[in-house]
């Protein structure tokens, strides 16, 4: 029983108030599934207050789309855990902090692994431009996806991308639940579930300057020329 | 005390990944699926499909088509295995391999299809089935959301390995739909039970 709650936890709403903070998914003693609901990720279930000078897309905007997302512009990007493989094929993890504490960082997310636009021009635009953006002073790329971390490698392999940009796994989906940017593809026959709306941002020492997000999986302005031009 | 053994068998782990695997697997204690044999595996899981898997080109040719599980089982002879991940190293390394290997004895006892599938989403199988080279052999199906192998109660909860809710490591042998032999694994890291040797000496 208590598998069919997780799962139909993995695929409810964004709106439900059980937010499952990172340290609960990451323990490194405790195996078992318990929430735990920190003050921290309760924050993100809440309208945040107005910020004087922060610009803000209210969720009733002009745009045709009613979705809005978590965060924006000025914003500290929320904590979370990402994994990965590292080259002797074991699960490492690294934070939201690791990638942006005190850094430049960019963070750019895909829809899906083995997916034609993330595979053919998001991914590879960041691995070409990725000199010209440590030359003005980027020291993270990482590329997001909801994609477990033998997925996540796996592609990196078959994209044949080595340190430029790190590929790291969403798993379970909560740093793009706790930031607004779920896709919701699960009554899509597609066979995608929910995953990430494709974005790219740049935050320094986490806190987001620049973010550009894509209505569901377009590629209009979130690849490494778009970015790099505002650098 | 199952918890507690399995804290202790985490903390002392070492940092393979399969071990976490098991050991988040250890917690969750199945003693059942809702498909024995006897069970038909069409009538356990009414309206759930399988895709295919395919890359997205074809997906958007074929208009993401789905196939319900009558299409896959009804009149035909069936070696049907489920595996936790596509690319996760046990699932690849040993239980594949074996399926694919053994093909052409499966086709000489009269088998139509030999079917794999995870809980992954179709372009991911596909790329994982193109890189073992099992494409020709086994016919790959991801079960994105999960619901064929929760209507069967084959699901096991590795969040703990970071891989959300997953697939049992399990092998069955169903003719026109009816499962005539069902095997699955204690933990998702071994393959004793659900390998291609078992299931070719129960068909």
Sequence with gaps: ?231 | MALLMAKRAAASSSSSAMKSVSAAAAIWMRSYAKVAVGTDIVSAAPNVSLQKARTWDEGVSSKFSTTPLNHIFKDKKVVIFGLPGAYTGVCSNKHVPGYKENIDKFKAKGIDSVICVAVNDPYTMNAWAEKLEANNAIEFYGDFDGSFHKSLDLVVDLSGALLGTRSQRWSAYVVDGKVKALNVEEAPSDVKVSGADTILGQI
């Excluded at chain 1, 208590?2 to 323990?27: D, E, K, N, Y």
């Excluded at chain 1, 934070?95 to 636009?117: H, M, N, Q, R, W």
């Excluded at chain 1, 935050?203 to 973010?211: I, L, P």
């Design chain 1, 1 to 231: 029983m208590a598998a069919s709650i997780t799962f139909s936890r993995l695929l409810t709403s964004p709106t439900t108030t059980h937010s499952l903070s990172a340290a609960a998914l990451f323990p490194p003693k405790s195996l078992s599934s318990k929430l735990s609901l920190s003050p921290f990720s309760l924050k993100f279930n809440h309208p945040k207050p107005l910020k004087p000078c922060t610009l803000r897309t209210p969720s009733y905007s002009t745009k045709s789309t009613t979705i809005s997302a978590t965060i924006a512009v000025g914003d500290k990007l929320p904590e979370a855990t990402f994994s990965y493989l590292d080259d002797a094929g074991e699960v490492k993890t690294t934070t939201v902090s690791d990638l942006t504490k005190g850094k430049k960082a960019i963070l750019f997310a895909v829809p899906g692994a083995f997916t034609p636009t993330c595979s053919q021009k998001h991914v590879p635009g960041f691995v070409e431009k990725s000199a010209e953006l440590k030359a003005k002073g980027v020291d993270t790329i990482a590329c997001i996806s909801v994609n477990d971390a033998f997925v996540m490698k796996a592609w990196k392999k078959d994209l044949k991308v080595n340190e430029e940009v790190l590929l790291l796994s969403d798993g379970n989906g909560t740093f793009t639940k706790a930031i607004g940017c779920e896709l919701d593809l699960s009554d899509k026959p597609v066979g995608l579930g929910v995953r990430s709306r494709r974005y790219a941002l740049l935050a320094e020492d986490g806190v987001v300057k620049v973010f550009n997000l894509e209505e569901g999986g377009a590629f209009t302005f979130s690849g490494a020329d778009d970015l790099l031009k505002l650098l």
